[in-house]
């Protein structure tokens, strides 16, 4: 295997850590418990917003537009999704009080860092999730979450999504727990998070088997 195949198959195997990483000490399973102090900052801001708008490049761009049904279905929060190199150069109308969320994994997304800026100028309000700790976009932000997913040397993002994609999960329990999200259902995502790990480590233990079937079809 070259170094670029070497790398992105370790990554594709690292999810389980990843995922493992960024659920500890947030989701308390026995309690069927989320704490997250950046949401709980400001889950007032969260909670009373007329709309979301979701900022991001690439792969996380892509997070985002799966986050955007999720909200709207658990939370009842109308959310846009805007790619951040085309959102910095318009003029987008900005409400004191909307939620600005910026997905990036390195912190360091020139065009997002750009964008949030000018929007948090217009009264916005902005939840970071980004990977690399006390990174730009971490540090412009009110408040927010760290995915804990480690370096991705891969282009191909692996880790990163997924953690992104848990983390924004999170976030929309603790949220639409205020909403009508409900005990029952609260209860079934928390439990389906604790045992998404051990889940795609049971996936990728068919690794032969997939390689065989790829190869097939």
């Excluded at 259902?185 to 233990?205: A, N």
């Amino acid at each position: 295997k070259g170094g670029y195949d070497h790398f992105m198959l370790k990554e594709i195997f690292e999810q389980p850590a990843t995922i493992h990483d960024c659920l500890r000490g947030r989701l308390l399973h026995e309690q069927l418990e989320i704490v997250m102090a950046g949401v709980d900052h400001n889950i007032d801001a969260l909670t009373n917003a007329s709309r979301i708008i979701i900022v991001a490049c690439g792969t996380s761009w892509h997070a985002g537009l799966v986050a955007e049904y999720i909200i709207e279905e658990l939370c009842r929060i109308p959310v846009e999704v805007e790619y951040a190199s085309e959102f910095r150069y318009r003029n987008p109308v900005i409400n004191k009080g909307d939620i600005i969320i910026a997905i990036s994994q390195s912190g360091e997304t020139a065009d997002t860092l750009v964008a949030i800026d000018r929007a948090k100028e217009q009264g916005a309000i902005i939840f970071g999730i980004v990977n690399a700790v006390g990174s730009s976009i971490a540090r412009i932000s009110n408040g927010g979450a760290y995915t804990h997913a480690g370096p991705e040397i891969g282009v191909a993002s692996t880790k990163a999504f997924t953690t992104q994609l848990v983390t924004l999960l999170l976030l929309v329990i603790a949220v639409g727990r205020r909403f009508q999200l409900g005990q029952p259902m609260e209860d079934k995502l928390t439990s389906e998070l604790f045992s998404l790990p051990g889940k795609i480590e049971k996936v990728l233990r068919l690794d032969e088997e997939i390689r065989e079937l790829s190869e097939q079809f």
